[in-house]
C-alpha cells in the first residue's frame, strides 16, 4: 500500500506557482523548487513529475483561476444590471494591475510569451482560457444589449473580442509601468466607446 504523502498539495503549488512567477520556467530549476517548496527533488518528481509537468499543472490552475474571476463578476442576471457587471469587470482588471506593484503581471501571460510558440499544451490551456472569457463577455454584451444599453445593431462577437483584448492588454502596459490613472483611464475609454442607443449616456 503506499505511503500517503506528508505534506500540502496545494501549498506546495502555491510555492511552486511563485517561483515560476518570479523567475520563468526556463530560469527557473528544480532545485529552486526544493528550495522553495523544502521537499526534495524526489519527493517534487515523484507527486508532479518533471519540471514541464509540474508547470503544466501551476500553469493549468492559473488559467482556471483567471476564468473563476471572471465567472464571479460576469455570472449573468438581470439584464438590466448587465452593463454594470460588465463595467465592474473591467475596471477590476485595471485595480488588480495597478496593485501589481512589483510588476510580476499575469502568469497567464508571461507564460504563453515564453512557451506557447514551442509547448502545445500552454498553448491550448492559453486558448481554452480566452475562448471561455470571450463567451462570459459576449454573454453580459447581448444581455445589455437586450435591456437596451448597448446598440442592438453592434456585432456582441465584436464588442466582446474588443473588451478581451483591452482587459489583457491593460495587464501588459501596467505592467510597463504606466501610471495608475493611466490604467484607470483605459478602462473607462473602452467602456465608453460601447455603442450606446440613441439617446443613451455612456458607462
Avoid at 488559467?63 to 465567472?71: D, L, M, Q, R, Y
Avoid at 460576469?74 to 510588476?103: F, K, Q
Avoid at 491550448?124 to 463567451?135: H, N, P
Avoid at 495587464?171 to 473607462?188: H, N, P, Q, S
Amino acid at each position: 500500500m503506499a505511503r500517503p504523502r506528508a505534506f500540502d498539495e496545494h501549498q506546495v503549488l502555491e510555492q511552486a506557482r511563485e517561483q515560476f512567477w518570479a523567475t520563468g520556467y526556463a530560469g527557473t530549476r528544480m532545485d529552486d523548487i526544493a528550495t522553495a517548496t523544502g521537499l526534495g527533488k524526489g519527493s517534487l518528481y515523484g507527486a508532479f513529475g518533471d519540471k514541464g509537468k509540474l508547470f503544466h499543472r501551476v500553469f493549468g490552475d492559473w488559467c482556471t483561476a483567471v476564468v473563476k474571476v471572471a465567472e464571479e463578476r460576469l455570472a449573468g442576471g438581470p439584464d438590466a444590471e448587465a452593463l454594470a457587471r460588465l463595467s465592474a469587470y473591467v475596471h477590476l482588471m485595471a485595480e488588480n494591475t495597478a496593485a501589481d506593484t512589483e510588476r510580476r503581471g499575469c502568469l497567464m501571460a508571461k507564460g504563453v510569451a515564453e512557451l506557447a510558440q514551442h509547448d502545445p499544451a500552454v498553448a491550448g490551456r492559453s486558448a481554452e482560457t480566452m475562448t471561455a472569457l470571450l463567451a462570459l463577455l459576449r454573454t453580459e454584451i447581448s444581455a445589455a444589449q437586450r435591456h437596451g444599453d448597448i446598440d442592438s445593431a453592434a456585432d456582441p462577437e465584436r464588442l466582446a473580442a474588443l473588451l478581451l483584448a483591452v482587459v489583457r492588454g491593460i495587464e501588459a502596459v501596467g505592467k510597463a509601468g504606466l501610471a495608475l490613472e493611466t490604467v484607470r483611464t483605459i478602462a473607462d475609454t473602452a467602456l465608453a466607446a460601447l455603442p450606446r442607443p440613441e439617446g443613451r449616456k455612456s458607462v
